[in-house]
């Protein structure tokens, strides 16, 4: 059931003829398509009718005919009051939320009992005429509800009918009904021979509400959708009070100083600015005011361009309209950004090129102008890419194997390239005539300071696009971490270095290049991905291998990010090595994101987010400490904060309980959150760690951050020669000042740093006697030297500083040694030798004497001592969980051995049939006596414990092979008198675990007869994979739909595509905007994908398919994070990956009832194996009617619902 947002009616735009209304205005309040009709004469006559009236009487009869309705619709309940069904019809708000009120109870039984009255009296009014239709029940209406209804009709398209009116002799009210005629509409079951399922038409009705009973409705639904934002609940209420019912209600926010900094909140969200839309707010920037201007006009003379720009992409992203974007268009984007431009034009003209700004005009010219042209890019970039998508040759399939059309997507590349160099310099404005390359090169950086928004706006849009396509191109390694170098570079200069001090998009003051030397950090990077994009453009068209030229290794190149783009994703990730300021920059930022979250949440005993937050801290902690593995400095100096006992038990949780599947600590870990309330100081005493180890690394923050400006800083003051004299002096101040920046930090951490540089000595002294280490993992303490070191030498008086340079070539040189040995190998671990290990210390001892000597005047210094008992315990409470108790597990243990014991006795009994029969005298022996061995035998092998392989082998070979048959029996193992340890209870669960993950062991366990508890604990323990997924599902689905109203409420009632593209904006809202939400989600998620990853055939339900990269691991991005991606959800489109999160969630969500179906169809048949289940669910019953369903919409072996049953306990 799908009811549409309520619409506004000119009346009189009807034929006038017998109209005799007064209202010229009325708000049309669609009602469900399949009894619209009866529900809009309900409605309308329950609201127009006074309180205090026979209403209830007309519309349903007198007490004894309300009676008989309720039988005859066999409706049980109390009498019905008048008063209260008013009162419910009077609240209802179908601009706040209209789809659960057609589900209210009272109000369906009211619905069903008066189309049941009204049909017994339009069939009685009709008086054997034969015609059943509208409008003899509308007539019949009039009479039995003595009042008339008014029917504006509107056609399939869009036309207005005549005006029609029902009158009977004598009215008390008039009811405004809105007819649609010619609807299409689906049939839900079969259709009529010969009539198409796409064919059912319909008329639809609707009923209008007056436009002052609308007003509180609306006013109410104000205050409710603006909770969604970040306004605080002051101006809301003002908001509301302000509210009068008409008008531009944008505009009305535009032209108040007080209310202008509430546009960026609603339109933070695009949902929040479509469900005000829905509820009658003109929302839409190019929607025009009295005066015919747009919301455009209001804000080109402001001193910030940054609501322009807010409302420029909810507009260009069509976001009521269509659910493509301008970076995935179709024409209703390119509609979208046409018709901005004619806005923009039009308002250029009728304010008369912005005269009426007055003093802003000149503000108002300048945002006019660029935002315009960058429209024109965007729109002519946008046809080229539509015209693509309509001219693609049908005979050709849309999609390769992998749902990536590697044709198309070099063809937008060229495309976007025709035009990206076209208006890389602002059109008309650098001279032709400055043929001096030097002035032409100062003459765009001006234009560049000048027209920032511009290029900021083109720069970023041309990136995006280009990063979503030309990766899957086949070109030459090369090439593509060229032009990912120089796209990230660029990306990173525009945030790192924004235009204005005051704000990204101020544009209060006028800039000279003299006041924004740091800006031609990204001004130089641009061109250098321009020159990466050429080269890119030039090998799509004249490739430099090709064909039957390639070769077997470029070949194979090709063949792998077509079968597995993935690799792509290795592949540039692996390319930014030379770049390990930026790989640096996220992971040290990936890891201050999640301890902040888990440091300043609140854990309660009633709300799960805080204890998944601290989990999912405890998990980043541990695979930044995994890095340590790697070249990376980040993990190595992460370890230097910490001691080594506190490493290893962090390692030992990530390794056992978090980052990987660990059925034993995953229940540990699910029971201490079903605890919550006993055992929350665990968490609280876990979360004083996480603080302080957020405490301990403050210092590696600020380093890195330093890092990576000096980085740009440097490679920017290198450039700037090239542009002008004076740009490059400015570029030397602003490196003066960052120096002097730095000298201010170091000096009030002065004893922090002491701390870590002492730290990573002994980290790095520690590990230099190891004999075995890890690839990579010298390279990488000897570059966090290196990093941490050469920083200290800036802050040091000129001897010290060259004394530390001096030892930091050795460093160098011993860094280059180990990397060169550490390609050179073929395996993952590497012998260290002594000379190598005496080279380590001596470089180590002499930075410490030199750290001595630096810090020698500090006498205090930061104490790292952080408890490792309470990690130790933590990871030991999640360990130490048990399934049952000791007298359970002393039943188990008695049951198993029983059954132990009777196989050994079963399996000596079944050898003396066999010798026997395998010596000569016995092989002439009849057919009765044949049959009754092999009776026997079979009946001996059901209680012998071995495998139904090996079971079939010793039936197959019995009587015509015995002494196969005996070699079979023989191969049972004779030791297995206990299948448990006898170290310690603790043991005995491992045991009993190792022993459930065999097929013989769960048969085992499964055919046992324990009392009715035990039973099902055992169920739970052998099933514990889906057991646990369900939870992990279960509090998916409370985190992300049921906490919120909005969402739930969506969930429920909305059922067409743009209710649930909305819903997934709010979700995908909430992950960005709520850490809590955001970590919480993320730790469930990636709970869940570690338990689809223990079977190979699941690999689908935890792979990434997206639009940039199919096949790359939710899992491992959960885990490990990926500079690429991050780069792209952080520097360019922040909506990517939260959206294919999302998408995951609701997939596991939505697959969450069918999985518990199977779930208790298994532990309550006892199936054994895959083929019994199946016959199973094909059986006709009324409890399989919904996962049927699912399976439908589930087929295949590959990819559908099958997926999920590896899980299950099955042969």
């Not at 009676?67 to 009077?90: A, D, F, H, R, Y």
Request: hydrophobic content about 35%.
């Amino acid at each position: 059931m799908y009811v549409f947002p309520p619409k506004l009616h000119d009346l009189s735009s009807w034929s006038t003829e017998n109209n005799t209304s007064n209202v010229e205005e009325m708000w049309e309040i669609s009602a469900p398509p399949d009894h619209s009709l009866y529900w809009s004469l309900v409605l309308s006559f329950v609201i127009a009718s006074p309180e205090k009236s026979d209403w209830m009487e007309r519309l349903l009869g007198t007490e004894k005919e309300i009676q008989e309705l309720m039988q005859k619709k066999k409706i049980q309940g109390k009498k019905l009051v008048p008063q209260s069904i008013k009162k419910q019809v009077m609240n209802f708000n179908p601009f706040k939320n209209q789809h659960s009120f057609y589900h209210n109870k009272d109000m369906t039984n009211i619905f069903r009992m008066f189309s049941l009255r009204l049909n017994r009296f339009a069939n009685g009014t009709r008086r054997g005429s034969g015609e059943w239709g509208d409008d003899t029940k509308l007539m019949a209406a009039t009479k039995m509800l003595k009042c008339n209804i008014q029917v504006y009709e509107i056609d399939s398209e869009g036309n207005k009918q005549k005006f029609k009116l029902n009158a009977p002799a004598v009215a008390k009210d008039t009811l405004v009904l809105f007819k649609h005629s010619g609807v299409h509409k689906m049939y839900k079951t079969k259709p009529p021979p010969g009539q198409d399922r796409d064919h059912k038409v319909i008329n639809t009705y609707a009923f209008g509400m007056s436009f002052d009973h609308v007003i509180p409705l609306r006013r109410d639904a104000l205050g409710h959708i603006l909770k969604k934002t970040d306004l605080n609940h002051q101006i809301i209420r003002e908001l509301q009070h302000d509210f009068n019912g008409s008008g531009n209600f944008l505009v009305s926010l535009m032209v108040k100083d007080s209310k202008k900094e509430t546009v960026q909140s609603i339109y933070a969200s695009p949902y929040i600015a479509w469900k005000l839309e829905a509820a009658g707010f003109v929302t839409d920037p190019c929607s025009l005011d009295e005066g015919g201007l747009s919301a455009f006009y209001h804000c080109l003379g402001l001193d910030s361009t940054f609501l322009l720009h807010v409302l420029y992409d909810y507009a260009s992203n069509s976001f009521e309209h269509s659910d493509k974007t301008t970076r995935n268009p179709d024409t209703e984007i390119l509609r979208a950004l046409i018709n901005i431009g004619r806005v923009l034009q039009n308002d250029c003209f009728k304010s008369k090129s912005f005269s009426m700004q007055g003093t802003k005009k000149s503000i108002a010219i300048k945002s006019y102008e660029e935002i315009l042209c960058f429209n024109e890019y965007q729109r002519r970039v946008v046809e080229n890419i539509a015209d693509l998508q309509r001219n693609y040759p049908a005979q050709m399939p849309q999609t390769d194997d992998d749902g990536v059309n590697l044709m198309r997507r070099k063809q937008i590349i060229t495309s976007l390239l025709e035009f990206y160099p076209k208006y890389f310099d602002y059109p008309n404005e650098i001279q032709a005539k400055d043929t001096v390359a030097d002035q032409n090169k100062y003459r765009k950086f001006q234009n560049f300071i000048q027209r920032s928004e511009y290029y900021e706006n083109l720069d970023n849009y041309t990136c995006l696009l280009f990063f979503d396509n030309f990766l899957f191109l086949d070109l030459p390694s090369e090439i593509v971490n060229s032009a990912v170098h120089s796209l990230f570079l660029t990306v990173f200069g525009y945030k790192l270095f924004p235009k204005c001090l005051h704000d990204v998009y101020c544009t209060k003051h006028v800039h000279t290049p003299e006041d924004c030397a740091l800006r031609v950090i990204p001004f130089i990077f641009r061109s250098k991905f321009l020159e990466s994009a050429k080269v890119v453009e030039q090998e799509l068209k004249c490739p430099s291998t090709g064909g039957a030229g390639e070769s077997p290794k470029q070949q194979s190149r090709k063949e792998s990010k077509e079968k597995n783009p993935n690799s792509v994703l290795m592949q540039v990730t692996s390319g930014l090595k030379d770049l390990p300021e930026i790989k640096d920059e996220f992971l040290i930022a990936r890891l201050r994101k999640y301890l902040d979250i888990a440091t300043n949440i609140t854990i309660t005993d009633v709300d799960m987010k805080g204890v998944l937050a601290i989990e999912r801290a405890l998990q980043v902690i541990g695979e930044t400490l995994n890095t340590t593995e790697s070249a990376s400095v980040i993990g190595h100096l992460l370890c230097s904060c910490l001691s080594q006992d506190v490493v290893e038990e962090f390692f030992r949780i990530r390794n056992h309980c978090l980052s990987k599947y660990r059925p034993r600590a995953m229940g540990g870990k699910l029971n201490l959150e079903k605890n919550l309330e006993k055992e929350i100081m665990r968490f609280r005493n876990i979360q004083d760690i996480v603080g302080q180890v957020h405490s301990a690394i403050k210092p590696v923050y600020a380093s890195q951050l330093l890092r990576i400006t000096d980085y740009m800083v440097r490679r920017g003051l290198c450039e700037s020669k090239d542009i002008d004299t004076s740009v490059a002096q400015n570029m030397k101040r602003e490196h003066n000042e960052l120096t002097h920046i730095r000298k201010k930090i170091y000096i009030k951490n002065k004893s922090r740093y002491h701390c870590l540089a002492n730290n990573l000595l002994t980290y790095i002294e520690r590990d230099a006697t190891v004999e075995k280490y890890n690839k990579f993992q010298k390279t990488g303490q000897l570059s966090a030297l290196k990093f941490l070191f050469a920083f200290l030498a800036n802050q040091s008086d000129e001897p010290k500083k060259n004394e530390i340079l001096y030892i930091l070539k050795e460093v160098d040189d011993l860094s280059k040694y180990f990397e060169d040995k550490a390609n050179a190998s073929r395996q993952q671990k590497i012998d260290i030798l002594d000379s190598e290990s005496q080279k380590i210390m001596k470089v180590v001892s002499d930075l410490r004497k030199i750290t001595d000597s630096i810090f020698s005047e500090v006498t205090g210094e930061p104490s790292r001592m952080i408890d490792s008992s309470v990690v130790k315990n933590f990871f030991n409470d999640a360990r130490s969980f048990s399934w049952f108790t000791g007298e359970e597990m002393l039943a188990i243990k008695e049951k198993i051995a029983e059954h132990m014991q009777s196989s050994r006795d079963a399996k000596a009994s079944l050898e003396k049939i066999l010798r026997p029969l395998s010596e000569k005298k016995k092989q002439n022996a009849n057919v009765t006596e044949h049959h009754l061995f092999e009776e026997e035998a079979r009946q001996l092998l059901v209680d012998i414990f071995t495998s139904e392989k090996n079971k079939s082998n010793i039936l197959e070979n019995l009587t015509s092979k015995p002494k196969v048959a005996l070699k079979y029996l023989n191969s049972i193992k004779s030791d297995e008198q206990d299948v448990f340890e006898k170290n310690s209870d603790r043991d005995d669960l491992d045991s009993l675990m190792k022993f459930s993950e065999t097929e013989e062991g769960t048969h085992l366990l499964l055919k046992m007869n324990f009392p009715t508890d035990l039973h099902l604990k055992v169920l739970q323990f052998l099933n514990r994979k889906v057991e646990f997924l369900l939870d992990r599902i279960s509090h998916l689905k409370a985190i992300l739909i049921e906490e919120d109203e909005e969402i739930l409420s969506l969930w429920n009632w909305g059922k067409s595509e743009a209710i649930k593209t909305h819903t997934r904006y709010l979700m995908c809202q909430r992950y960005m905007r709520e850490k809590d939400v955001k970590a919480s989600l993320e730790m469930l998620l990636f709970d869940c994908m570690n338990i689809l990853k223990t079977s190979k055939s699941l690999s689908r339900l935890w792979s990434k398919a997206n639009d940039l990269f199919s096949g790359a691991s939710l899992r491992d991005i959960l885990s490990h994070g990926s500079t690429i991606l991050e780069i792209v959800g952080n520097c360019l489109d922040q909506d990517d990956l939260p959206s294919h999160f999302i998408d995951k969630m609701l997939e596991l969500i939505e697959d969450g009832d069918a999985l518990r179906t199977l779930s208790d169809l298994w532990g309550k048949e006892k199936i054994k194996d895959l083929k019994q289940l199946e016959d199973m669910l094909d059986a006709d019953s009324p409890s399989l009617r919904e996962v049927q369903k699912w399976m439908k919409k589930r087929p295949g072996s590959v990819g559908g619902w099958k997926d999920y049953l590896p899980l299950l306990p099955l042969k």
